[in-house]
């Protein structure tokens, strides 16, 4: 190590290579630029030219330093130089590295792995051997072991798998591990803790310092962990409850609680601040009862460890409560039925199933609510007896049926008949209730004084009547009665409503009393507390070191369902969900963890630090990047020198922005711009005659195309009653072609085929009228059938229903239609056209399709200032007059049809009139 | 191809839209030039009433005419106007280091010698001259068909058609009396040029050079080393700074075609230069004056005909 100030290089004999530098400078000197490679014609007169003046070109001298730059750099890079570099390491032997990965090791994992790359590092550069030692089993059964001497690279490999783990560290055992660990030499120990206390702690340090030297690594306050207790269910909310490590030396800052559902949705963010002193905060969750059900996850927002994290189940959720009598919605008068006014006063807070007795029990509700106009078989009876044994609530209403010939299942004996309040022969008034007792489940629930009871059942007094009585009416009767059943009274509940649910005998059930009673005995029950306590639960997903929801791997035990409560997190145990997908059970790390204290009181002699970043910075990476960069650079200019970049810098410039706008034109293509035709254009094209050529793809075709048109609808609108508005381009396949009794399409070799729709499109077009205008545009290669534009019209054409052709007869309508012509010449003369054969009557006669090669848009293009953009050969301007005339005669051929045929006639219509 | 194919005719044909038809001078009348449509200003051998001039001793009787004879008192002989077609051959260098651009956006060489003589046989064909292309193969012919055969020469042969290793025309003959146009580069020895104009002057044959160049031949607008290849598998040449060899290279160029012009001026050719960073509309308009032997912006000079 060679240290220079804050610099220090690591293989300093390497810059020893900096000695041929000079070497390099002189090899650069003496070499002169390769010469370009230049094609020339005229080389014949280059030979034995001598030149006046001879001195060779010579690397400039700015290169030369670039280059010898670039050499230095590069032995600089080699030679490693670190910027602020860590302290060596104490002792000779090998350095222990002892890890904590406990949960709660969790907190800031990646400063531990920076701490932990940075001691390798340094092991590496003093060439020292590594132990590492995790404090935390990984799997059930192991126990934490020392590896073996280890190379830095072995080290690396190793820290790469090191992940923290859910549970807590088991430092005992990792002492005992070092109990019988020889070393050579005096070792220096770095132990990176997570800052949690145990009383295993002393006696490591010590262990550690024994061996050579130790360094203790301690989480700052703000990294502490907290632990995210399961929340209180208490009544209809729940209480979160976390716990923050005792013995900061600070106030450590509020946390904020996110609740969060199955798929992923954040339901609720809560702040939930410590009191000074205090190491738990509760809070209750401000959550809406409709969300809920949804939360299956409550976690501390920030912070990556499984005890940051608690899982909800069943437990936590709504009760499903089972309204017995299913078919009560289609009674005559169903608002009046007991049914109704149960399944309102539940619906708001609980999850409500309708169904008979054994499918509620099937669906594994907890809480039954039972109306007097449900019937109970024997078999039903002994159903609900073993599910109140297992921890199920039954409401019962009394009613007139039950007051006729009461059952069993009632909590206290009931006397026959009922007790009537009300009526003309009765001299009792309609009673309220009496306020609740304190050990009454309603204890606390106002009773509004407008409550009247008219009917109930009456109670058979007994001993026990009183305790087991909720409720009364003013004059102490009871109104509600309850029983706990089940094997030493750890059961469910049953409960006796001595008045009906429905309006007739109270007005009970359409107070709001109604309501809270009912939500109060809901809150009562245990849940799906079903699980017969012999089941195993296997693993179903389990929270892994950093608090994420993952696959269980195949070390993870099944937990016997009754023993859930007890049972311990570990390495056997991990937190997460247990059970099915139905019924999944939550195990929390927050009930395995009695203590949370600061480590503190270490053995004196230890030196203790914190993750804070050392700050050693490689330089070498950067400086071979910039070595590559200058590299790079070099080659371009040695490039630039040698001609190789034959364009000039402006004429780039220009080539750059035309590919730039050729990409933009790739992105945004034609039929992006032109929209398939809007609206408005539709309008315009329906609105005047619009000759339409077809779009091509192929620019200069296309504006040949276009100003051919434009001539030629100039032409008609000076000489003929067609006013013809102008040229539109189409899309054949996708732009609207009704508007056009014309279409001029020019054929390209390269043109595309067309799709099945569009020939169906054009299909339509021919048959309902339209005219297609086929120009080949190969006369000037000699015409015919052979040429590369006919070739491809076949192709083409190939699925269009085109009658057979034939060369356009003397007396065919194109040859008078305005003018009388016989030869139909454009750009070029002589090609013959072809027109459908007349007798085949499609159309009325009129052709739909004409092909020709004469290229006639190129002879009525005219520019902008209205001369003739090409000329026509051979023929000169009497040429171009004959090829307009035939563009005249064509428009009106394919917009008065076989109209001037009728007329060949007239002289034989005139001599038949005329006899 | 076959749109390159019309994309080079349609250049040719909008270069010469603004030239009227080219009417080559025939002077040497001869057994080789055969009866033409069109006439020659002047009398000859034809079928159209050229002009009536008074009758002299000498002249055959029967070609008095006698009813104009009959109207005054001098007798008058009936001239027709000579028709004839001059035969032309074409030839255009067809040697590799023709196909030369030094920039993207200029024509090669070779492009612009086929632009060219595309447009002379139209506007040879537009004349009603007989032409063809030398060693391509074919009789002379008139009208596009000979056009079209010039064109699909340059489009089949992209190979050497009638051009020997100096780049020179081919030991093809061309009939007694007929009338050559060369474009070509010209650089080849002039030795070599000089033999092969012999061998043509002997058999009467009149010539039109055209030296095409490109810009970079013209100015060598190189610097620094380079090594120079040809195209042509000459030998390579190192040249150490190519700036200080510029003066010498120009000094051999004119050189050349001082030869080129000297020979030529002795053999009753005609010589002309083109760089082709220049319009080929120069080219054209000088090719057209030498071959038909009168100013580009003559007005028509025809005698309007007595008594018409």
Same mark, same amino acid.
């Given at each position: 190590m060679l240290t220079l100030g804050p610099l220090v290089f690591a293989t300093p004999w390497l810059l020893l290579a900096l000695g041929i530098l000079p070497l390099i400078y002189w090899l650069l000197r003496v070499t002169p630029p390769a010469p370009r490679l230049l094609r020339f014609p005229a080389i014949r007169l280059l030979y034995d030219l001598t030149a006046r003046e001879e001195t060779p070109d010579r690397t400039p001298w700015w290169l030369l330093l670039m280059r010898l730059a670039l050499a230095a750099m590069i032995i600089l890079a080699l030679a490693r130089p670190l910027l602020n570099p860590g302290a060596d390491l104490p002792g000779s032997g090998p350095v222990l590295l002892v890890v904590d990965n406990g949960w709660a090791a969790a907190r800031d994992w990646p400063a531990r792995r920076r701490q932990l790359e940075q001691v390798i590092d340094r092991a590496d550069r003093e060439g020292r051997r590594l132990i590492v030692l995790p404090t935390a089993a990984r799997v059930p059964g192991e126990r934490p072991e020392p590896s073996g001497l280890l190379r830095p690279a072995e080290a690396r490999g190793l820290m790469e798998t090191l992940t923290p783990v859910p549970w807590p560290t088991d430092r005992g055992a990792a002492l005992a591990a070092l109990r019988d660990l020889r070393l050579e030499g005096s070792a220096h120990a770095v132990w990176l803790t997570d800052g949690l206390d145990d009383d295993a702690v002393v006696p490591l340090a010590q262990r550690l310092q024994r061996l050579g030297s130790a360094e203790i690594v301690l989480p700052s306050a703000a990294q502490s962990p907290h632990l995210l207790h399961p929340p209180a269910a208490a009544g209809a909310e729940l209480i979160a409850r976390i716990r923050r490590v005792e013995g900061l030396d600070g106030p450590t800052g509020p946390v904020w609680l996110r609740v969060t559902a199955g798929?992923?949705?954040?339901?609720?963010?809560?702040?939930?601040?410590?009191?000074?002193?205090?190491?738990?905060?509760?809070?209750?969750?401000?959550?809406?009862?409709?969300?809920?059900?949804?939360?299956?996850?409550?976690?501390?927002?920030?912070?990556?460890?499984?005890?940051?994290?608690?899982?909800?189940?069943?437990?936590?959720?709504?009760?499903?409560?089972?309204?017995?009598?299913?078919?009560?919605?289609?009674?005559?008068?169903?608002?009046?039925?007991?049914?109704?006014?149960?399944?309102?006063?539940?619906?708001?807070?609980?999850?409500?199933?309708?169904?008979?007795?054994?499918?509620?029990?099937?669906?594994?509700?907890?809480?039954?609510?039972?109306?007097?106009? &449900?019937?109970?078989?024997?078999?039903?009876?002994?159903?609900?007896?073993?599910?109140?044994?297992?921890?199920?609530?039954?409401?019962?209403?009394?009613?007139?049926?039950?007051?006729?010939?009461?059952?069993?299942?009632?909590?206290?004996?009931?006397?026959?008949?009922?007790?009537?309040?009300?009526?003309?022969?009765?001299?009792?008034?309609?009673?309220?209730?009496?306020?609740?007792?304190?050990?009454?489940?309603?204890?606390?629930?106002?009773?509004?004084?407008?409550?009247?009871?008219?009917?109930?059942?009456?109670?058979?007094?007994?001993?026990?009547?009183?305790?087991?009585?909720?409720?009364?009416?003013?004059?102490?009767?009871?109104?509600?009665?309850?029983?706990?059943?089940?094997?030493?009274?750890? &059961?469910?509940?049953?409960?006796?409503?001595?008045?009906?649910?429905?309006?007739?005998?109270?007005?009970?059930?359409?107070?709001?009393?109604?309501?809270?009673?009912?939500?109060?005995?809901?809150?009562?029950?245990?849940?799906?507390?079903?699980?017969?306590?012999?089941?195993?639960?296997?693993?179903?997903?389990?929270?892994?070191?950093?608090?994420?929801?993952?696959?269980?791997?195949?070390?993870?035990?099944?937990?016997?369902?009754?023993?859930?409560?007890?049972?311990?997190?570990?390495?056997?145990?991990?937190?997460?969900?247990?059970?099915?997908?139905?019924?999944?059970?939550?195990?929390?790390?927050?009930?395995?963890?009695?203590?949370?204290?600061?480590?503190?009181?270490?053995?004196?002699?230890?030196?203790?630090?914190?993750?804070?970043?050392?700050?050693?910075?490689?330089?070498?990476?950067?400086?071979?990047?910039?070595?590559?960069?200058?590299?790079?650079?070099?080659?371009?200019?040695?490039?630039?020198?040698?001609?190789?970049?034959?364009?000039?810098?402006?004429?780039?410039a220009g080539t750059a922005a035309i590919v730039v706008v050729a990409l933009a034109g790739g992105l945004f293509p034609a039929p992006a711009a032109r929209a398939q035709m809007g609206d408005e254009m539709a309008i315009e094209a329906a609105n005047g005659t619009y000759l339409a050529y077809v779009v091509t793809g192929l620019r200069q075709v296309d504006e040949v195309s276009q100003a051919g048109l434009d001539g030629l609808s100039a032409v008609l609108f000076a000489r003929t009653a067609v006013e013809a508005e102008g040229a539109i381009g189409v899309d054949v396949a996708v732009d609207e072609?009704?508007?056009?009794?014309?279409?001029?399409?020019?054929?390209?070799?390269?043109?595309?085929?067309?799709?099945?729709?569009?020939?169906?499109?054009?299909?339509?077009?021919?048959?309902?009228?339209?005219?297609i205008l086929f120009d080949t545009r190969d006369q000037a290669l000699g015409g015919g059938t052979s040429g590369p534009g006919a070739q491809r019209l076949r192709t083409l054409t190939e699925g269009l229903d085109i009658p057979p052709l034939e060369p356009v007869p003397p007396d065919h309508v194109l040859t008078k239609a305005f003018y009388l012509m016989q030869d139909f010449p454009g750009r070029y003369a002589g090609g013959p056209l072809w027109v459908e054969n007349a007798r085949e009557r499609v159309n009325d006669g009129v052709s739909s399709v004409i092909i020709g090669a004469n290229d006639w848009a190129s002879a009525w293009a005219v520019s902008a200032s209205g001369a003739p953009s090409f000329p026509v050969v051979p023929g000169g301007e009497q040429q171009r007059e004959m090829a307009y005339r035939f563009g005249v005669n064509l428009v009106m051929y394919t917009l008065t049809g076989n109209y001037k045929a009728d007329q060949v006639h007239v002289p034989a219509i005139l001599e038949r009139l005329g006899q | 191809m076959d749109s390159d194919r019309q994309t080079t005719r349609q250049r040719a044909e909008a270069l010469v839209s603004t030239v009227p038809p080219l009417l080559v001078a025939a002077e040497r009348v001869a057994a080789t030039v055969a009866q033409g449509v069109h006439g020659r200003r002047r009398v000859g051998t034809g079928e159209s009433f050229w002009q009536f001039r008074q009758y002299q001793q000498g002249d055959p009787i029967q070609r008095i005419d006698w009813r104009q004879t009959a109207k005054t008192d001098t007798v008058y002989i009936r001239e027709l106007e000579w028709e004839a077609a001059q035969t032309i051959w074409l030839w255009r260098d067809a040697s590799p280091s023709m196909d030369y651009r030094s920039r993207r956006d200029l024509p090669s060489k070779r492009e612009r010698a086929e632009i060219l003589l595309l447009a002379l046989a139209i506007l040879l064909s537009r004349g009603g001259e007989r032409m063809a292309l030398l060693g391509g193969g074919h009789m002379a012919t008139t009208g596009q068909v000979a056009v079209n055969r010039i064109l699909q020469a340059f489009e089949s042969s992209a190979d050497t058609t009638g051009t020997d290793a100096d780049g020179l025309p081919g030991s093809e003959d061309v009939p007694r009396h007929g009338e050559l146009v060369m474009i070509g580069d010209l650089l080849s020895p002039l030795e070599a040029i000089d033999k092969m104009v012999g061998r043509y002057v002997n058999r009467g044959v009149r010539g039109h050079m055209l030296q095409i160049l490109d810009s970079t031949e013209v100015t060598l607008p190189f610097g620094g080393r380079v090594r120079f290849a040809g195209f042509e598998g000459e030998r390579e040449t190192l040249i150490p700074r190519v700036e200080s060899i510029r003066e010498a290279y120009l000094d051999r160029l004119q050189a050349q075609q001082d030869g080129l012009r000297a020979l030529c001026r002795s053999a009753g050719w005609t010589f002309s230069t083109h760089c082709t960073d220049n319009s080929p509309q120069t080219a054209l308009l000088s090719l057209y004056a030498a071959l038909s032997q009168e100013p580009v912006d003559q007005p028509d000079a025809r005698v309007p005909a007595a008594g018409g």
């Open positions: 798929d992923g949705r954040l339901l609720h963010r809560q702040q939930i601040a410590f009191e000074a002193g205090e190491t738990v905060a509760e809070a209750p969750i401000d959550l809406p009862v409709e969300l809920r059900n949804q939360a299956i996850r409550l976690e501390i927002e920030g912070e990556t460890t499984a005890g940051a994290v608690a899982l909800l189940d069943e437990r936590w959720r709504r009760r499903p409560v089972g309204l017995i009598g299913a078919g009560a919605e289609r009674a005559p008068q169903p608002l009046l039925t007991e049914m109704h006014y149960l399944g309102r006063a539940l619906e708001p807070y609980s999850e409500v199933r309708l169904g008979e007795v054994l499918d509620l029990l099937e669906s594994r509700v907890a809480v039954m609510v039972l109306p007097d106009t &449900g019937g109970l078989t024997t078999e039903d009876r002994t159903a609900i007896d073993d599910w109140i044994a297992e921890g199920g609530v039954l409401v019962r209403f009394a009613g007139p049926l039950l007051a006729a010939n009461p059952d069993p299942l009632v909590p206290v004996r009931l006397r026959y008949g009922d007790r009537v309040l009300t009526g003309t022969l009765s001299w009792t008034e309609p009673m309220p209730l009496a306020t609740f007792d304190e050990d009454s489940p309603f204890h606390g629930l106002a009773v509004p004084p407008e409550v009247l009871i008219e009917r109930q059942v009456l109670a058979e007094p007994s001993l026990d009547l009183a305790g087991k009585t909720w409720a009364r009416l003013a004059d102490g009767t009871p109104l509600v009665t309850a029983e706990r059943r089940g094997p030493d009274g750890r &059961g469910g509940w049953l409960v006796l409503v001595h008045t009906t649910a429905g309006p007739e005998w109270s007005n009970l059930p359409i107070s709001g009393l109604f309501v809270d009673m009912l939500r109060r005995i809901v809150a009562m029950s245990e849940g799906i507390a079903g699980d017969g306590g012999t089941r195993t639960l296997k693993p179903l997903l389990l929270l892994d070191g950093l608090g994420r929801l993952v696959a269980p791997g195949a070390t993870a035990v099944p937990i016997q369902a009754g023993g859930l409560a007890e049972a311990r997190v570990g390495p056997e145990h991990p937190p997460g969900f247990y059970g099915t997908e139905e019924a999944r059970r939550a195990l929390n790390l927050g009930g395995s963890v009695e203590t949370m204290r600061r480590l503190q009181d270490l053995p004196g002699g230890v030196a203790v630090s914190d993750y804070a970043p050392r700050g050693e910075i490689d330089l070498m990476p950067w400086l071979l990047a910039v070595a590559l960069a200058v590299a790079v650079l070099d080659m371009a200019i040695a490039m630039a020198l040698r001609g190789l970049f034959a364009v000039p810098v402006r004429r780039a072609l009704a508007f056009f009794p014309l279409l001029y399409w020019p054929v390209l070799p390269e043109q595309a085929a067309l799709s099945e729709a569009t020939i169906d499109r054009l299909n339509d077009y021919l048959r309902n009228g339209g005219t | -």
